[in-house]
């Protein structure tokens, strides 16, 4: 499975949990880290973990290896490793503060119009 088919199912494991403004980076080129991130946010810890969660099971239903997760029990900025997509999963509360779509300002953005209205 490439890259943006991950991508795929990782946004709409979050759109499926009513996760808000999700931004897709293409990150091929500019981080050694990953091809995509992908970023996005939830109101409450509950939804934040939710989101989380859905992602995670996703991908292993889909036998897509979670290389790592981190800041679930916080739920203030959740990061979900699934090696060629990293999904960064925020508080609403925590994400203007980090603003990693300013950070990775030279990443263009990834449309994912088609695939969440599918």
Partial sequence: MNGREILTIVAKAADS???EDLIALNMKGISLIADYF????????????AIAR???EQAAER???VNRLEGFDEA???LI????VVAHIFHKDERSYY???RLWG???TEDLTSELNQ
């Avoid at 992908?38 to 973990?49: A, E, F, P, R």
């Avoid at 490793?81 to 060629?84: E, K, N």
């Fill in 17 to 19: 949990k009513r996760a």
């Fill in 38 to 49: 992908l970023i996005c946010h939830g109101n409450s810890d509950k939804q934040v973990q």
């Fill in 54 to 56: 859905e992602v995670k």
């Fill in 63 to 65: 036998n897509i290896h």
């Fill in 76 to 78: 203030r900025w959740v």
């Fill in 81 to 84: 490793d699934l090696g060629d």
């Fill in 99 to 101: 603003n990693l779509e």
């Fill in 106 to 108: 030279d990443a263009p």
